[in-house]
Each structure stands twice: as structure tokens, then as C-alpha cells.
């Protein structure tokens, strides 16, 4: 494992390259970021000298891509990997493998895996991130002014306070709070309020590119719809790049352009929003997408439960990672790992049966009599 990260990550500085211009011709848009075979990797250490007995495969081999201006979703089950994912690309975390490709607003394309820490500071700027829990993520004994103006001082060097004070005041008006409320302290605020603070303190710097870590898991639902409009709003006004990890597809369906499904740190399926909510090519989303609540009295839908747990990142199965618990499953999917394969375009599946199943997605719901919700081969 440690040859296999220092032979990936042995440069500490990477040269400009390219994005991939079979990914960039799809659609004439810029690429903003490309993650290819992203791997994270936790060791397991057991006895007095912590002696390295195994790895928890937290990602393994993660690969999408994110246009300039869009929403890209990445959704699964607790414990898949979404925020490690999340944390990798922003160099929270080191990366143990693979390549995650960022396109600067210069123009110039670096590998941020590569780069050191020193490298890493002026790339801040362009990439910020907004966490899960608006309590947890504000220091308490600091108020407005100094939490949402702390990225201009370290970050941008501003040590004029009143400048810092002004850019605070602007901030707090973008996201719909009032500029007095800067000398307050975070346990003045609701929830909402907070999650309000904590966007305004990730667009200090005027990032291209915000990773949502479940924004508003921890809100209300009359406040996450508050909150989802703001980040739809705040997109359009600065042409933002969401990262939007997430467990609730409804709130998925509602912001994202497309969606990327994580089962055990693997990619299983990538499509536009609409294509993977009606017509899902991998049992895994077709089950997920059968435990989403219909808006219709008259449409009874029958949930597609799944048989067993989800497999240990530690142990993961032979072949297919979801192969003991799809009823889809041959005996090719218990030996041979499925290929990244495009089924439609700019849809992508890793499954061995994906051509030839029929499965029913959340759309096809209304569409259909009482109890017959349910996935067909």
C-alpha cells in the first residue's frame, strides 16, 4: 500500500494536463474537475506494534467527472464513501491512489493528489466546501465578523478589519441574513440560520467549486427547502459547481443535474437526474429508487427490500460487491468484476445484466396499478 501511494504521489509537483477530451466533446461544455480511479485506503492495525493486517477500502477506484456550472449528486447508503470521496477531492484527506483533475480559473489543470500542502493554499480560493452539521462547524466563541471573515485573514492576507467587516456585510446579505447580526455569536441562531452562515463562510473567497456535504440533513423540511433554493440561487448569481453529497434522493431529484450511486466505496451507476430516477440500469439504484415515496393517494408502491447487510469495506465480496444481495445475480457476477460501461449515452453502469434488465424507476410509479412497483428481470 505505501509503494503503491508513493509511487502515485512521489512528485510534489504536477505539471498542467489536459481533462480528457473524450469526457469534454460530450456536450461542448469545460470540464471543471475529473476524478479517475480515486482510491482511499485506511489501514487496520492490530497487536502491540500496530502491525498493518488489512485495509478498509473506503474508496476503491471512484471515477466521474463534473462540468463547469452544473450539480453532480452522489448518493448511497451510510458508510459507502460519499464524504470521503468528498474529503479526498479537497485534500482533507490524502488520497491513497488517482488522479483528480482541477481545471483553475487560469485555465491550467493540476492534479490536486499531487500537490503539496504549500501548493494546496492559493487552490483554496477556487475550491471550498459546506459541511453537514451547521452546530458542529462554527466555533462558539466566535462571532459572525470573525468566522465568516477568518478565510480573508489566513487565506487572502486581508488584515484591514474593516475591510474584512464590509466583505462580511455583503456576504451576510448574499445568503439572506442582516449585516448586524455580525456580532453575534452561533448559539443566537436556528438552524437554518447557521446552515446560512457556514454557505456565506465558503463563499469568502469566491470559490468555483463547493462541495455540499448534506447540507440539510440536520433541518427541518419547510428550512431545507429554504436552503436547497438559496444554493440554486447563489449558483445561478456566481455560476457555482456544486458537489452535492447526499442520502435523500427526493432532495437529490429536486437540485442535482446528474447522479453519481456509491455502493461499499465503489461507483455503481452515473446518468442525468432524470434518466437515473426513471429508467435506473442497476438493481442497486432500482432499489433505492423503490423506497422513495410516491406523491400520489392512489398509487400504493411496494418497497424492493433488499436480503443481507451491506458488505464490509474491510472484506468486500468476490465480483460484483452487490452480488449477495441482488436477486439479479449469475454466476458471472459472483467471480468477475462488472466493466464501466456506457449504456445510453452519457449513462454509465457497472453491471454484468445491465443490458438485458427491465427495472422500474420512481417515475413509472404513477404510471402503474397498486402494488406492482417492483423490479422485473
Not at 466563541?141 to 477568518?150: A, N, P, Q, S, Y
Not at 443566537?188 to 455540499?212: E, K
Not at 459472483?334 to 457497472?350: L, R
Request: charged share 20%; glycine share 6%; aromatic share 6%.
Amino acid at each position: 500500500m505505501n509503494d503503491e501511494r508513493a509511487q502515485t504521489m512521489s512528485s510534489p509537483q504536477f505539471p498542467p494536463v489536459p481533462l480528457s477530451s473524450s469526457v469534454a466533446a460530450q456536450n461542448g461544455r469545460d470540464l471543471l474537475l475529473e476524478v479517475n480511479d480515486l482510491k482511499k485506503y485506511f489501514p487496520i492495525k492490530e497487536g502491540f506494534v500496530k502491525k498493518i493486517v488489512g485495509f478498509v477500502r473506503a474508496v476503491d477506484q471512484v471515477s466521474f467527472h463534473i462540468y463547469e456550472g452544473e450539480t453532480l449528486g452522489l448518493v448511497g447508503e451510510s458508510g459507502c464513501g460519499k464524504t470521503t470521496t468528498a474529503r479526498c477531492i479537497l485534500r482533507a484527506i490524502d488520497p491513497t491512489a488517482g488522479e483528480i483533475l482541477f481545471r483553475r480559473g487560469s485555465g491550467e489543470v493540476v492534479n490536486v493528489a499531487a500537490l503539496s500542502t504549500g501548493e494546496m493554499r492559493p487552490l483554496r480560493r477556487e475550491m471550498q466546501m459546506i459541511f453537514q452539521d451547521p452546530y458542529a462547524s462554527l466555533n462558539p466563541r466566535m462571532t459572525l465578523l470573525d468566522i465568516v471573515g477568518e478565510p480573508l485573514l489566513v487565506v487572502d492576507g486581508v488584515k484591514n478589519r474593516q475591510e474584512r467587516q464590509d466583505r462580511v456585510e455583503e456576504l451576510l446579505k448574499l445568503v439572506g441574513l442582516r449585516p448586524e447580526y455580525m456580532q453575534r455569536y452561533p448559539h443566537a441562531f436556528s438552524g437554518g440560520q447557521r446552515q446560512r452562515i457556514v454557505i456565506a463562510r465558503a463563499l469568502a473567497l469566491n470559490p468555483r467549486f463547493v462541495v455540499a456535504d448534506e447540507p440539510v440533513s440536520a433541518l427541518d423540511v419547510s428550512v431545507q427547502a429554504q436552503v436547497l433554493n438559496l444554493l440554486l440561487k447563489l449558483q445561478q448569481e456566481l455560476n457555482l459547481t456544486y458537489l452535492f453529497v447526499a442520502h435523500d434522493l427526493s432532495v437529490v431529484k429536486h437540485i442535482c443535474d446528474r447522479v453519481a450511486v456509491m455502493y461499499v466505496g465503489k461507483i455503481a451507476e452515473t446518468a442525468p437526474t432524470h434518466n437515473l430516477f426513471f429508467t435506473p440500469k442497476h438493481p442497486y439504484t432500482a432499489a433505492l429508487m423503490s423506497a422513495v415515496p410516491v406523491a400520489n393517494p392512489r398509487v400504493r408502491a411496494r418497497m424492493t427490500p433488499l436480503e443481507g447487510d451491506v458488505p464490509s469495506a474491510a472484506k468486500p465480496p468476490s465480483g460484483c460487491y452487490f452480488h449477495p444481495r441482488c436477486r439479479f445475480a449469475v454466476d458471472v457476477c459472483k467471480t468477475d468484476a462488472p466493466a464501466w460501461q456506457e449504456i445510453e449515452p452519457g449513462h454509465f453502469v457497472s453491471c454484468h445484466r445491465a443490458a438485458e434488465l427491465q427495472l422500474v424507476g420512481i417515475g413509472d410509479a404513477e404510471l402503474l396499478t397498486p402494488g406492482d412497483r417492483v423490479l422485473t428481470p
